[in-house]
């Protein structure tokens, strides 16, 4: 069936590091991609999206990078801090739906 | 401020004993959805709710109801509860037209003894 996926369910980083988290999604017709952050005892909570026509996008401290031909979505933090830690999903819609589907998620852990 | 409200936080009920979680959106949003999170399973969509009155099924809906009787209000209602609905449930909204992402509820950790 058509799934997204992450590559590592945990990625361990130093404070001041660069962090990618990846992500491989299956669905050819999905054209829009979401990144959330969720932190211990919270809802997940929107980050990032880029839509199909993209293949990169900023916002602050993150960066998104799609690759339509491997079907490969990544979430790039900079100068990751101790508040970066949390699970990352990674989640993606095809045209004209409103169901995503969701990864199951990697856990960042910034150690100071 | 724009938000998505769930209640009870938590709760503790006996397996059979019929409980409803209640799920309030504010910003006029046309699409529901309840998930619930498991350790190792990620976020699994339970029920969805396009609009007043039109709900669906998602990947896991049996044990549970919904209702959409109004567009703010969606309650996930588990009328015999048992032991494999521990979990933690999240409510989330999203407008329709152009995507965007979801807004997710703060969670409801329910146990089932």
């Known amino acids: 069936g058509e799934s997204v996926g992450l590559h590592l369910p945990t990625l361990s980083v130093q404070e001041g590091d660069n962090s990618i988290i990846n992500c491989a999604y299956s669905n050819s017709a999905s054209d829009y991609f979401i990144w959330y952050k969720q932190e211990s005892g919270k809802g997940p909570q929107f980050i990032i999206d880029?839509?199909?026509?993209?293949d990169k996008r900023q916002g602050q401290r993150v960066t998104v990078l799609l690759n339509k031909t491997v079907k490969h979505l990544s979430l790039q933090i900079a100068a990751t801090q101790p508040g970066d830690s949390a699970v990352y999903f990674c989640a993606d819609r095809a045209g004209g739906s409103y169901i995503p589907t969701f990864g199951r998620g990697t856990s960042l852990i910034v150690h100071p | 401020e724009a938000q998505v409200t769930q209640n009870p936080r938590y709760l503790i009920t006996v397996t059979g004993k019929k409980l409803t979680v209640t799920c309030s959106q504010n910003?006029?949003?046309?699409?529901m959805s309840w998930y619930r999170q498991d350790p190792g399973l990620g976020l699994r969509q339970i029920y969805y709710?396009?609009?007043?009155?039109?709900?669906d099924k998602g990947d896991v809906p049996e044990g549970y109801k919904v209702s959409r009787k109004e567009k703010r209000n969606f309650p996930l209602i588990l009328e015999s509860p048992s032991p494999n609905q521990t979990s933690l449930y999240f409510c989330?909204?999203?407008?329709?037209?152009?995507?965007?992402?979801?807004?997710f509820g703060s969670g409801t950790r329910l146990t089932v003894v």
């Open positions: 709710s396009m609009n007043v009155e039109v709900t």
């Open positions: 989330a909204s999203t407008p329709a037209g152009a995507p965007t992402g979801y807004t």
């Open positions: 910003m006029n949003h046309e699409y």
């Open positions: 880029i839509r199909s026509n993209m």
